[in-house]
């Protein structure tokens, strides 16, 4: 008997150790918000043919650089412009070698669905109107790259003072858009691939490239695993360009 018990507490373990070794490994990616549904469906594509468990982190990207900054264990890093990057670049957190642009995007403007709008872009007196009592969704304008994007381009048409007042920043884009989506905003400028997804808003108008800085989606491979090189190079293939372009991302 006691020779049993030694028998079956020996497969036992041996079967712990198997286990363990046989896990699969895995690899933390860090995304801009306004990427998930994107990023989401390439993860799924990339673990078809690997053995490795993808664990997507999303959240702003200034919200991500801080977390990466305390030592957050980050394998992959996509962010939402290219000032961040090259702030984690400049504190040698990233090197500018693993650092490459993997898309970009466009800025428009939204309002609920059941508030149809007509608005020229470029009238003060126009903007005024619309948010009188009312409040335009924005990311945070000093730190979300939304917002950023956002307070530039409304500085560029000279309308910036007479919406600045009626601001209801958010902490990344999303949650700008969903504002909208329950009407708590009658406005709101998100990215052109957030607008796409939803149901609940209508695209009023897309601000013209040249009234901001360049909307780019820079990746870094931030640690030295072989499945984050192989993710990292993923991202850059023919399948994944087509995947970003399916969600409204352009890829060049």
Known sequence: MKKL??????????????????????????????MTNAVNLLVEEFEKNHSVDVIPVYASTSSLV???ERGAPADIFISANDKWMTYLVDRQLV??????????????????KEVPVSLNLSK???????????????????????GIYAKEA?????????????????NNVRMALALVERSEAKLGIVYKTDALLSKEVNLVSTFPSDLHTP????????????V?????????????????????????
């Open 5 to 34: 018990v030694t028998l079956v507490t020996l497969a036992f373990a041996t079967s712990l150790s198997s286990t363990h070794l046989f896990a699969a490994e895995k690899l933390r990616v860090y995304a801009a918000s306004s």
């Open 66 to 68: 801080r977390q990466i």
């Open 95 to 112: 090197y500018s070698d693993n650092v490459t642009n993997l898309c970009e995007n466009e800025l428009v403007l939204i309002s609920p």
């Open 124 to 146: 003060g007196e126009q903007w005024a109107k619309l948010l009188t009592n009312e409040r335009l969704a924005v990311g945070n304008t000093m730190s979300v790259p939304a």
């Open 154 to 170: 409304l500085e560029a048409l000279g309308v910036w003072n007479d919406v600045k007042a009626r601001l209801a920043p958010s």
């Open 215 to 226: 909307i780019r989606y820079p990746v870094a491979k931030l640690s030295d695993k072989v």
């Open 228 to 252: 984050a090189e192989e993710f990292y190079i993923f991202l850059r293939s023919k399948n994944a360009k087509n995947t970003l372009n399916s969600f409204g991302f352009e890829v060049r």
